[in-house]
């Protein structure tokens, strides 16, 4: 599992080197390959949230509004950057990119879903394997002490000599 507190500080590294970056280059598309790092982690932290709440660890007040504080500055640095290819006149540019990020992010939670799915149907079918051994050892012992009562009254029949 990832530590939400050191994804979050991956945000903060890729927007303090994009923020350097723009700084000194020209064009807003040079910015592809450290925008890429920025996207990718935000995504990271975001799961990295997403698993912390999901695995029910009670975090600290402090880390919790830590990451809430993060994840605020993340939309004010994505507002900024919206800004800068406003002004630059490549706003499709910035629709085409925040459309990618959001491709990524429905594609991984289907991924997540379709291993949820999968360990859900993994579970049921241990559960019904699990009930289907207990069905078939509850029938042998059925089967064993009928077929013991079955030779106990041969057997006391043959001593005491029944009656057929």
């Known amino acids: 599992m990832i530590d939400p507190i050191t ?10 080197l994009i ?25 990271t932290a ?3 949230v997403k698993q912390a709440k999901a695995s029910g660890k009670s975090s600290s007040m402090g880390t919790a ?6 994840i605020d500055q993340a939309v004010q640095f994505e507002r900024e950057l919206q800004l800068l290819f406003m002004q630059a006149g490549k ?6 990119i925040k459309a990618r990020a959001k491709s990524m992010d429905d594609d991984i939670a289907f991924e997540e879903r379709k291993a949820q799915r999968a360990a859900e149907k993994r579970a ?6 699990i009930e289907l051994f207990a069905a078939v050892a509850f029938i042998i012992v059925v089967l064993i002490a009928l077929s013991i ?9 043959q001593t005491n ?4």
Request: charge should be positive.
């Open 124 to 129: 049921r079918e241990i559960k019904e394997a």
């Open 46 to 48: 975001v799961k990295a």
């Open 91 to 96: 706003i499709d540019v910035w629709n085409k």
């Open 161 to 164: 000599r029944c009656q057929h």
């Open 65 to 70: 509004i830590q990451i809430e504080m993060a």
């Open 19 to 43: 923020k350097k970056v723009s700084k000194t280059i020209d064009d807003v598309s040079s910015l592809g390959p450290v925008l890429g790092k920025y996207f990718d982690a935000k995504s």
């Open 149 to 157: 009562g079955v030779y106990e009254l041969y057997d006391y029949c």
């Open 7 to 16: 994804a979050l500080a991956g945000i903060q590294t890729a927007v303090a």
